[in-house]
């Protein structure tokens, strides 16, 4: 079963920097491209920057408003993914959830198929 | 970046009706679409990949259709658990990818 679990949101002061991390099982990690997307409250979903395996590259892309801001990283050895977030604002508060965006070798990018149960992240003066 | 419009915002229904929402990309995404679930507090959950593969485990009523810019998802008959809001979503080429606004289904 694949499970995706999310953990260290908490609340930051606005230009704060806050590490959220995911860990992944079920599922062949190393191969997998990852995405995060989040949600702000009552709002829709955004999504906000995806990695690629290391065996495609490792490169990782963002969205137009996390862009210098945020980074995506991982540890393939253990089965983890991380998002550090650097000059928060408070438009950044949200729920934020890992999912899984290229699972499977057959997948094209994009099909977000797992997602974790996603960790909220405030900023707040 | 590609702009994915939802219609409607919101819709009543009763157990049983057949339920259709549309989706609509400013550009043409061939059949890069992808449908979700989501019900409040939880993560949403994925029903439909590439326009109208069914992800596994996902019931039968759901169904997806549309290529290009014009995309439909269809319950066939709308049960108590599908009160939810429904999101599109494209993965056309090269990031980002984009969401519709959401629909909601709730209970007439």
């Known amino acids: 079963e694949v499970q995706l679990v999310e953990s260290g949101g908490g609340l930051v002061k606005p230009g704060g920097s806050l590490r959220i991390s995911c860990a992944a099982s079920?599922?062949?990690?190393?191969?997998?491209?990852m995405s995060w997307v989040r949600q702000a409250p009552g709002k829709g979903l955004e999504w906000i920057g995806r990695?690629?395996?290391?065996?495609?590259?490792?490169?990782?892309e963002y969205a137009a408003p996390v862009k210098g801001r945020f980074t995506i990283s991982r540890d393939d050895s253990q089965n983890a993914l991380y998002l550090q977030m650097n000059s928060l604002k408070t438009e950044d508060t949200a729920v934020y959830f890992c999912?899984?965006?290229?699972?499977?070798?057959?997948?094209?990018?994009?099909?977000?198929?797992?997602w974790g149960q996603g960790t909220l992240v405030t900023v707040s003066s | 970046d590609i702009q994915m419009t939802q219609s409607p915002s919101s819709l009543s229904a009763s157990v049983g009706d057949r339920v259709t929402i549309t989706c609509r990309a400013s550009?043409?995404?061939?059949?890069?679409l992808s449908w979700f679930l989501q019900k409040p507090g939880t993560a949403p959950k994925l029903l439909i990949y590439a326009a109208s593969s069914l992800q596994r485990g996902v019931p039968s009523r759901f169904s997806g259709s549309g290529s290009g810019t014009d995309f439909t998802l269809t319950i066939s008959s709308l049960q108590p658990e599908d009160f939810a809001t429904y999101y599109c979503q494209q993965s056309y080429g090269f990031p980002p990818w984009t969401f519709g606004q959401g629909t909601k289904v709730e209970i007439k």
């Open positions: 999912t899984t965006d290229k699972t499977y070798s057959y997948d094209s990018s994009g099909y977000l198929r797992y």
């Open positions: 079920g599922f062949i990690f190393t191969k997998a491209w």
């Open positions: 550009q043409s995404i061939n059949t890069y």
């Open positions: 990695i690629k395996s290391k065996t495609d590259g490792g490169t990782s």
